[in-house]
């Protein structure tokens, strides 16, 4: 799984941060991040739910194929 945060459209609503908190973190700015060693979201089903709140479609989620 590979996720992608645009830091251009995000406006820092947090919504990500709030569903799937193992994944999503707030940078300094308020801007999402992800947390280090969780950049493939560790498979988490949350992360899919993550990027169906953000307010704005900011994450973006695809598959890697192996
Ligand atoms: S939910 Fe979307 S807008 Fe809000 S912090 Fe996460 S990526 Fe940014």
Do not use: N
């Amino acid at each position: 799984m590979h996720i992608d945060i645009d830091k251009d459209v995000c406006i820092g609503a947090g919504q990500c941060a709030l569903t799937a908190p193992d994944v999503f973190t707030q940078d300094d700015d308020g801007y999402s991040a992800l947390l280090p060693g969780h950049e493939d979201g560790g498979g988490s089903p949350l992360v899919r739910e993550a990027a169906r709140a953000c307010p704005v479609s900011a994450i973006t989620v695809s598959e890697t194929v192996s």
